[in-house]
């Protein structure tokens, strides 16, 4: 599809059809609205689509993403470290409404309940490289071959677009407790907590 700078600055298309870009999130970390606003802003600012953001009351905002109604949100995720970030997990976070017409479909149960989704094909193709990477045994040269094509779909479609990749998080920590983690995720030693002891 072919792109224009319409009048009022941001794209349209040839048929002079507005392209409009919407935000939401409920708020459920404190810095996701403030963090939802600059993304949008560098959207409008430097992309030139004319994108808003819009806070919704976190309940509100559940229902609205299992009725899959909402358009983009921003989310704090691990950088994709775990296999399933590309396929299961993913379409958790985009659309739980049509991964929950997936588990229902899988355990063979009902699928017409009231308000499921089915999924387009391509995101039915996540189950599937799911069930092809679990086939493989773990590390082999076969399971990392289907996780490259799970990497390969996900950047294909982009149903997830990592603003900051190979993050670091910080976790000040007194200088009195021992047996802390040196390597991995902070918010992993958040919860080995009981391992950890005063000096």
Not at 91 to 111: E, H, V, Y
Not at 139 to 154: L, P
Request: glycine share 4%; proline share 5%; hydrophobic share 40%.
């Amino acid at each position: 599809r072919e792109w224009k700078i319409g009048g009022d600055g941001y794209r349209s298309t040839t048929a002079a059809v507005s392209f409009n870009f919407l935000i939401e999130n409920g708020a459920e970390a404190v810095d996701l609205p403030s963090s939802s606003e600059i993304m949008a802003a560098h959207l409008r600012e430097n992309l030139k689509i004319n994108a808003t953001m819009k806070k919704t009351d976190t309940t509100l905002f559940a229902q609205a993403m299992l009725s899959n109604q909402v358009q983009s949100r921003m989310m704090w995720a691990f950088d994709h470290t775990l296999e399933d970030d590309y396929t299961t997990r993913n379409l958790a976070n985009i659309s739980p409404n049509m991964n929950n017409w997936m588990l229902a479909k899988r355990a063979g149960r009902s699928t017409s309940a009231e308000g499921l989704i089915e999924p387009p094909d391509f995101l039915k193709e996540l189950y599937t490289l799911y069930d092809e990477r679990m086939s493989q045994p773990y590390g082999t040269d076969a399971y990392w071959a289907v996780v490259q094509k799970e990497k390969d779909h996900f950047y294909k479609y982009a149903l997830a677009i990592p603003l900051i990749e190979k993050s670091q998080l910080p976790l000040p920590i007194s200088n009195r407790l021992a047996n802390i983690p040196t390597g991995g995720y902070q918010i992993t030693a958040l919860h080995l907590l009981e391992n950890m002891y005063i000096k």
